[in-house]
Antibody, heavy 111, light 109 residues
Framework: QLVESGGGSVQPGGSLRLSCAAS????????IHWVRQAPGKGLVWVSR????????KYADSMKGRFTISRDNAKNTVHLQMNSLRDEDTALYFC??????WGQGTLVTVSS | QAVVTQEPSLTVSPGGTVTLTCGSS?????????PYWFQQKPGQAPRTLIY???TKHSWTPARFSGSLLGGIAALSLSGAQPEDEADYYC?????????FGGGTKLTVL
């Protein structure tokens, strides 16, 4: 099971830190992704962290603004989002390798 | 960044068969792209049907199957049910970075 938290409303230029807490599986063996979905739109991949946290990848539009990290001792992945823009408004999901999904946390960026 | 293409919409008759496809702007899709297929119904989180081209989850109905066909990834549905009406997304991996397709809206009618 994956449970996201940390979403909320923020002004443009602001920051949020999302968390993804895992239970019920071997968390440290799986990579974790963040995926977002703007209202009425499709799925967009955001970022990925390897199982041991040493390798990270980002979508081009998130590079330099978002940072993904994980704490395997706490079975948690974080997504630090800085310099948020209106277009970052979306439901943010975490997903593991093999495709286990959380229910999402809503991020709204608006002045 | 690569572009992953899917049919915007498809219609299948109840009990019928349909194939959804997933192509890559970089060329042929291979098992090395680790194709995934997801189903999403309104108001719900996505659910993974297929991963690594052909592997099903325990919850994946037997009527769904994944494959590679002539350089594209494919999701086949045989014996469509009304509850299969949904949006379907594929994803491909490019050296650890993932790209989703734009999704296919499947209507069972």
């Amino acid at each position: 099971q994956l449970v996201e938290s940390g979403g909320g409303s923020v002004q443009p230029g602001g920051s949020l830190r999302l968390s993804c807490a895992a239970s019920g599986f071997s968390f440290s063996t799986l990579a974790i992704h963040w995926v977002r979905q703007a209202p009425g739109k499709g799925l967009v991949w955001v970022s990925r962290v390897s199982n041991d946290g040493t390798n990270t990848k980002y979508a081009d539009s998130m590079k330099g603004r978002f940072t993904i990290s994980r704490d395997n001792a706490k079975n948690t992945v974080h997504l630090q989002m800085n310099s948020l823009r209106d277009e970052d408004t979306a439901l943010y999901f975490c997903m593991s390798t093999h495709g286990y999904w959380g229910q999402g946390t809503l991020v709204t960026v608006s002045s | 960044q690569a572009v992953v293409t899917q049919e915007p919409s498809l219609t299948v008759s109840p009990g019928g068969t349909v194939t959804l496809t997933c192509g890559s702007s970089t060329g042929a899709v291979t098992s090395g792209h680790y194709p995934y297929w997801f189903q999403q119904k309104p108001g719900q989180a996505p659910r993974t049907l297929i991963y690594d081209t052909t592997t099903k989850h325990s919850w994946t109905p037997a009527r769904f199957s994944g494959s590679l066909l002539g350089g594209i990834a494919a999701l086949s549905l045989s014996g469509a049910q009304p509850e299969d009406e949904a949006d379907y997304y594929c994803s491909l991996s490019y050296n650890g970075a993932t790209v989703f397709g734009g999704g296919t809206k499947l209507t069972v009618l």
